[in-house]
Each structure stands twice: as C-alpha cells, then as structure tokens.
C-alpha cells in the first residue's frame, strides 16, 4: 500500500476496450483519483477501522491511449490502484428489465 499523492502510468490499450481502476483505502480521509488524458476523476472516503474499494469502468473517447492514474491522499491513508483493460460492461438501459 502506498501513502500520501502518487502519480501512476498505464499503457495504451486496444480500441474498443474499456478502462477500469480500481482504488482500496485505509485510514481517515478522502482520496481524489484522475484519470488523464480521458479527463474523469472521482473521490473515495477513506475509513480508519476498515477498507474501502471503488472500481470505475470507463469506455470513452481516448481511453485506448496510455497515461496516468493522478492520486491525491493525505499522508494518513494508506491505498492501492488497480488498472486494467477488458471489454466494456454491458449497462442496461432505464427501463430494461
């Protein structure tokens, strides 16, 4: 586990496939993660007693590209990132059942 803000790189992928990044955390806080070059971020409140995980799949425009994963954490929370590749999730649309 890492502490504190990292910077992580990630290599291009085939087109059509999706990017997921997956964060675990420990320890009071929020943590921010960008993902650049696609432009998206989300943040992930951080617990002392216990772990916390977000997975996020992105199928955008430029996610076939390479780059970094940006996380901003204070030095007190502790986390891991997983980056990887696949085809996209099917996501129902509003409505279907």
Known sequence: MTAGNAVVPYEKGRK???LTVTVSCQGK???TV????VHVSFP???DAGQ???VSNQFAVSGVERGGVVDVEAPQAVRWSL???RGAP???DAPGDD
Request: charged fraction near 20%.
């Open 16 to 18: 059509g496939d999706a």
């Open 29 to 31: 806080g929020k943590i």
């Open 34 to 37: 960008a993902v650049r070059p």
């Open 44 to 46: 992930l409140e951080c």
């Open 51 to 53: 772990v916390s995980s």
């Open 82 to 84: 997983t980056v990887g």
């Open 89 to 91: 999730a099917h996501a």
